[in-house]
């Protein structure tokens, strides 16, 4: 008799052949509320160094965490395993695979955590490669080289397991004082927007999930202080904040957002309805998921005081539209279980909620039936319990030569030359005395959320894990043969003078002073830029005004060079100096880069992605500004800045010319085409940054003088000369009206091609004619260059 055998059924919800929509709703039909609120939350945890489980991180915001107690109803998330302690890559990879191992054989469906990092500049992990911060990324203007980079860190974090990182940050500089400056792209909201979309476009094309932050606000608090209330008006907010979120969802594919820690005229981002779903999710179609900034539902009881207990701010922030609760659950634990249960919080959120955060899970493979959760690194690793974990310590390699390759081209296109009066580049000095407190500081090009400087400064006892060379360094192999004396002067950040007397001396014995000032990075008061360190004013930190000013009056050629998260007011060298070499935290090549720079094997290219003051003091100031916002009569206080935003010099020398504009009058639905000649006048290659900037004289409410709507790199040999054209469409001259609606206004119109927002080379001068017309978020979005 024939023994019959039945073939397992897969469960709806494993089965990749139905669609996403279907194999959720079959899951989450069959989930209890513990289950269904266990995926909404996530728990911090640290990678263990010998190659075992994940431990849970013990934060002074959090209780101690019984992962026991958890994981038999499962986990939605994993915090920062790499991103905890120093940990060995390989190791930490074997780590993070035998805990989903754990997490999923736990839970009665079989669902593996997402795992998330930071990658801010670059994946937060020890020995991986320390890129520029954001704000070096905007100094580039090169959308395609961050794309690149972006690339490369994603495929980093996916090769050890990670499945989202949380980048980029879109804020848009409105005070320079905001300790966050760092983490910035600019002052500029298209700017901030084609280049952050670039990232996002590079992470997901590695199959990293990228999250947009910190939506939406954050950069725009009172005084330039860290999670201070907010109060710009509904215009501002749409007009300079939104932009670069909405770019970055319609066309860089994000599949994540976190909300801002920072209250708008009252209203606290996390509970804010109509942002995360009115807007976010109705009218721009966002259908990924919204998470937490760390703690930050917690704060709506806590710091925002618009909840009475943990459960009602659960509550409060699942009907705005968060999904997910980080780093660790605070909020939608066992109270919030139990809410929902007695029906004082609707289930129905709680499914909203889920339905989001598995259909991600879903299109990450993670509910596939057979989901394999061994990353690419340790494919052909013995993974098993008992294995050989010493085997594999150092096989993964996260600061590779192309990873190196990308750092150093990132830099150099990062520096930015503010003034040359000749001296650069350097011609054959004989001595050169380095003098200041960046000059001879590994860590002077990192910004706070490096790994170094995040997590290692509190591992001393562990190596960095990344070659980082200073400026004494990168300047020895560069100018081979050439004295260069070496002399701190001054720290960072204190009062101390006893070393300007030795600077002088060797200053004077020089043929040239290079010297290196800045910041250095830390979290919450611990550094001079980062978060939680912001400043009173923009004069540069301790003492490093006064002896830069003791240097200039040595009267020997100086070069300043900045290696910093801000702009700074340099007080008499904006006049005096005889060169002012600008970066901001370039990352781990950044020395060299600078050091190409001063020899001229770089040319530099950058340019500033932020204004550099002209005086510590008249903030907040940004370019981006309307008319009452300058300089005017009636006022002691000049805003003028020291040099302008998109500000930056070359070693060779460009011409503009032969301006053509196709038709000078359009439809408020039509297009303008200009054509124009940029010419490389110099005898060396080069790059200009051609920069567009819209002038809008006659508005139906205030605008800003003048804003950036398109620019474009380009790079010629000594003499080349390449004629562009650029499509203007009238929806870029778009605004918030009176309504509270985008619409495009009939009138003269002016468009300046410019080298920098005070440079204008070419300008047009054209009409937009007929009806005034209404945009709305499916609108065109960038001049386009060719």
């Known amino acids: 008799m024939a023994v019959e055998t039945t073939t397992p059924v897969t469960p709806v919800w494993n089965d990749p052949a139905q669609d996403i929509d279907t194999r959720v709703t079959a899951l989450i039909e069959a989930m209890t509320v513990e289950e269904k609120i266990a995926q909404l939350f996530g728990v911090w945890v ?31 998330q994993l915090t920062r395993p790499f991103g905890t302690a120093p940990v060995d890559p390989a190791l930490g990879a074997l780590s993070l695979l035998r805990t989903q191992r754990r997490i999923m054989s736990a839970n009665r469906f079989g669902i593996p955590a997402l795992a998330h990092e930071e990658c801010l500049a670059g994946f937060a992990a020890w020995g991986a490669t320390a890129y520029p911060v954001p704000l070096s990324w905007g100094a580039t203007f090169d959308p395609e080289l961050i794309r690149r980079m972006a690339a490369a860190i994603g495929e980093d974090m996916r090769r050890v397991g990670i499945h989202q990182g949380l980048a980029p940050v879109l804020d848009v500089v409105r005070d320079a004082r905001w300790g966050r400056v760092e983490e910035t792209i600019g002052e500029d909201p298209y700017l901030v927007g084609t280049i952050g979309t670039a990232y996002v476009q590079g992470l997901e094309s590695a199959g990293i999930v990228a999250t947009l932050k910190h ?26 904040l939104l932009p670069p979120f909405e770019m970055a969802l319609r066309e860089g594919g994000a599949r994540s957002v976190m909300h801002a820690y920072t209250d708008t005229d009252g209203i606290p981002s996390a509970a804010d309805e109509e942002l995360l779903t009115g807007l976010l999710r109705d009218t721009w179609g966002f259908t990924g998921t919204v998470v937490a900034d760390y703690f930050g539902i917690a704060f709506l009881k806590i710091l925002h005081g618009v909840a009475g207990d943990f459960t009602e701010a659960a509550a409060l922030a699942l009907r705005a539209g968060v999904d997910v609760e980080l780093p660790s659950v605070k909020t939608f634990g066992a109270d919030l279980v139990q809410a929902v249960t007695d029906g004082t919080v609707p289930e129905e959120l709680v499914d909203r909620a889920l339905r989001r955060v598995l259909a991600q899970k879903a299109e990450l493979g993670l509910l596939d039936a057979d989901f394999d959760p061994v990353p690419p690194a340790l494919k052909d690793a013995d993974t098993d319990d008992g294995a050989d974990t010493d085997a594999l310590r150092g096989t993964v390699d996260l600061d590779s030569p192309g990873n190196r390759e990308l750092a150093a081209r990132a830099a150099d296109e990062s520096v930015i030359l503010l003034r040359n009066n000749g001296a650069l580049p350097l011609s054959a000095p004989r001595r050169i005395a380095l003098i200041g407190p960046q000059a001879d500081e590994p860590t002077a090009v990192l910004g706070c959320y490096s790994f170094p400087l995040h997590v290692g400064v509190h591992h001393p006892e562990v190596p960095v894990g990344i070659a980082l060379p200073t400026l004494r360094e990168a300047l020895v192999r560069e100018f081979p043969g050439v004295e260069i004396v070496t002399v701190r002067g001054a720290d960072v950040d204190t009062d101390d003078t006893s070393g300007f007397d030795e600077a002088v001396r060797v200053a004077r014995d020089a043929d040239v002073v290079v010297v290196a000032l800045g910041d250095r990075a830390g979290l919450f008061g611990r550094g001079t830029s980062g978060e939680g360190c912001d400043a009173e004013s923009l004069a540069l930190p301790g003492v490093q005004q006064a002896l830069l000013d003791r240097l200039l009056d040595t009267g020997t050629p100086l070069v300043v060079t900045l290696l910093a998260g801000r702009p700074y007011a340099l007080g ?59 300089r005017s009569d009636v006022s002691a206080i000049d805003p003028t800045p020291a040099f302008a935003f998109g500000h930056g010099l070359s070693y060779t020398t460009f011409d503009w010319s032969d301006l053509v504009v196709a038709a000078e009058e359009a439809a408020t639905d039509g297009e303008f085409t200009l054509s124009f000649t940029v010419r490389n006048t110099g005898d060396r290659h080069g790059a200009e940054v051609v920069q567009l900037y819209l002038h809008d004289p006659v508005a139906s409410v205030v605008q800003p003088v003048q804003r950036l709507i398109g620019y474009r790199r380009v790079p010629l040999a000594p003499g080349e000369a390449r004629r562009l054209t650029v499509t203007v469409p009238a929806d870029v001259a778009s605004f918030t009206g009176r309504d509270g609606r985008r619409v495009v206004e009939p009138g003269e119109l002016e468009l300046r091609l410019s080298a920098a927002s005070d440079a204008p080379r070419l300008t047009a001068s054209v009409r937009l004619t007929g009806p005034a017309r209404h945009v709305d978020h499916t609108r065109r979005l960038h001049a386009e260059f060719r």
């Open 46 to 76: 640290g990678a263990s160094a010998e190659g075992g489980e994940v431990a849970p991180h013990q934060h002074d915001m959090e209780e101690a965490v019984d992962l026991d107690a958890l994981l038999p109803a499962g986990l939605g």
């Open 215 to 240: 939506f939406a606000g954050y950069s725009a608090s009172r005084a330039g202080r860290n999670l201070a209330p907010v109060s710009m008006g509904s215009r501002e907010r749409a007009d300079v």
């Open 572 to 630: 008499r060298a904006t006049a005096e100096a005889d060169a002012i070499v600008a970066s901001f935290f370039p990352g781990a090549e950044g020395t060299a880069a600078v050091a190409r720079v001063l020899s001229g094997a770089v040319n530099p290219s950058g340019r500033l992605p932020v204004s550099v003051p002209a005086g510590s003091g008249g903030q907040p100031a940004t370019y981006l500004a309307a008319r009452l916002a300058g």
